[in-house]
């Protein structure tokens, strides 16, 4: 091919590339516009051509893109945006009209400084990528993983958290509270007579009077407090935030809400009650699993002394 | 593939060309955030790749940090890290022309944008001293409020040498703190090792 063409060639290219190219000066006049531009915009170029970007499409983010502009001719650096942080720069309608799922074209877009004679960036080149189809992949990549992640961090039974997972979540509860100064609870609870449930009402009723409690307990929490199963018939409650006085409330309107109302599945009524440990996070507190077993040795004090009962432990007591 | 440390000439040039752009930086970021930028005098080193988290943990501390990585092509060819440990994301937003409420999006595009302006100005100031000129890829979150080590495990690093270009970077009155960390490939090492010789005999 001879050299000559070359030029010409290049022009065609950029006009004809299936990626948006559209060129400003320094006072944001266009002064190039590609075909993609044109066919998504609904503008030709010889209208916009010499017109300020802003005027001729009011709706784009003008304060913040502005900058962004600004910021490539005084820096003489390239300058990016991507669809993941801010979907698009233009609402332009995308090709995927039937299976896509989005509203309007995901965009990647470039920003590069051209450079005259001197070394001064004399324009700024936009390239704009067409990534629907990379958005939605992404997407539906991001919700999958949500999903397994989701599974598996639940209990299949009661669907509250399971034991990996809300001894993961008190761990860095623990962490957070030592290196903030924050307070920080756990209760740690047992069904009393769970045994005779089973053995009275067989294992598939033991199993539904564990999804009932599960659900009551879930429903008189918080939205910060983290509930899980964290043994046969034991659950587990990480308070952040939270002392043991308002430990105490709390296990006390756990423990009202399971003995209050009846356990009833099939013709069958069972009043159950659960049992509480409570413990709190202190200056000699070596590591979240100490918490747990002091949690234990409350629940151990609240099942001898009675059950039905919350017990907050006592670092000095003799008894324990 | 083992590589010879830089020379002491060789270093002392590399000191000079990065302290050089890292004035030019300085004054274009403070044009840019229309406030005083403080850039510290960078300090470079080669570093084998399982050194490193230690070595960068000894500099930014045991915290959680979030991390934006951004290629860089052409004469030289490598990675660099921006490493962030207090956002102060809104007070930057503010500098950088966002007039909305911070969102979680709009927190990463910061991240994104304050990552690609310090390591354009500070790559683009050391090829400029060299006489070279550098592409850029579009900057990609690595972490966010992630333990350091686990940023810089090795087994998530390809590379056994590195040089380490430490630079802190804060904003007159703002909470924020950054640190830069560049990459090289081992082959670029030795590039650069040309381009100083080329760059001394110039002087």
Not at chain 1, 157 to 177: C, D, H, P, V, W
């Amino acid at each position: 091919m001879p050299d000559t063409d070359a030029p010409k060639l290049l022009d065609f290219i950029v006009d004809r590339t299936h990626a948006g190219i559209f060129v400003v000066n320094r006072d944001m006049e266009i002064v190039l516009w590609n075909q993609f531009m044109e066919v998504h915009s609904g503008r030709k170029a010889q209208q916009l051509l010499g017109k300020n970007l802003f005027d001729e499409f009011p709706e784009l983010p003008r304060k913040w893109l502005a900058r962004k502009v600004e910021n490539v001719f005084i820096l003489k650096n390239f300058s990016f945006t991507s669809w993941e942080q801010r979907p698009y720069l233009f609402k332009f309608p995308h090709n995927r009209p039937v299976t896509g799922g989005v509203d309007c074209m995901r965009q990647d877009c470039t920003l590069m400084p051209v450079k005259n004679a001197a070394g001064e960036v004399e324009y700024v080149c936009f390239t704009l990528f067409d990534v629907t189809d990379t958005s939605i992949y992404q997407q539906k990549l991001k919700a999958l993983t949500q999903e397994l992640r989701e599974v598996g961090n639940r209990d299949g039974l009661t669907q509250l958290f399971n034991r990996r997972y809300i001894e993961e979540s008190l761990g860095k509860e623990f962490n957070r509270a030592r290196r903030y100064g924050q307070p920080l609870t756990v209760i740690l609870t047992d069904i009393d007579h769970f045994k005779q449930v089973n053995d009275t009402h067989g294992h598939l009723a033991g199993d539904e009077v564990l999804r009932i409690i599960a659900r009551r307990l879930q429903d008189s929490l918080r939205d910060t407090d983290i509930l899980g199963r964290y043994g046969g018939e034991e659950f587990l409650i990480v308070l952040p935030n939270t002392g043991t006085s308002g430990g105490k409330v709390l296990a006390e309107r756990l423990r009202h809400a399971i003995e209050s109302e009846p356990v009833s599945f099939g013709d069958t009524s069972l009043s159950v009650t659960i049992s509480l440990g409570i413990t709190e996070l202190r200056k000699d507190s070596h590591d979240y699993e100490q918490l747990i077993g002091e949690a234990d040795q409350a629940l151990y004090q609240a099942k001898e002394g009675g059950r039905n009962r919350a017990i907050v432990f006592r670092p000095d007591d003799p008894a324990s | 593939m083992s590589i010879q440390p830089y020379t002491e000439d060789q270093a002392d040039a590399l000191q000079e060309v990065a302290n050089i752009a890292m004035g030019q930086a300085g004054d274009s970021l403070a044009r840019i955030l229309d406030n005083f930028v403080t850039l510290s005098v960078p300090r470079i080193r080669q570093i084998e790749v399982k050194e490193l988290a230690d070595t960068v943990t000894a500099m930014v501390g045991e915290e959680d940090v979030s991390a934006v990585r951004q290629a860089f092509y052409n004469a030289l060819r490598g990675e660099a890290i921006v490493i962030f440990t207090q956002s102060g994301a809104d007070e930057l937003a503010e500098l950088l022309g966002y007039d909305c409420e911070l969102d979680a999006a709009i927190e990463q595009e910061l991240l994104l944008e304050v990552g690609n302006l310090l390591v354009g100005a500070i790559l683009n100031g050391i090829s400029d001293t060299l006489g070279t000129e550098l592409g850029f890829s579009a900057p990609s979150l690595m972490a966010e409020h992630t333990p350091l080590r686990q940023v810089l495990a090795p087994d998530r690093l390809t590379w056994e040498q590195a040089l380490l270009v430490e630079v802190n970077f804060s904003v007159e009155k703002h909470r924020f703190k950054s640190h830069l960390l560049m990459f090289m490939t081992e082959e670029t090492i030795e590039t650069l090792r040309h381009i100083l010789d080329d760059f001394m005999d110039g002087l």
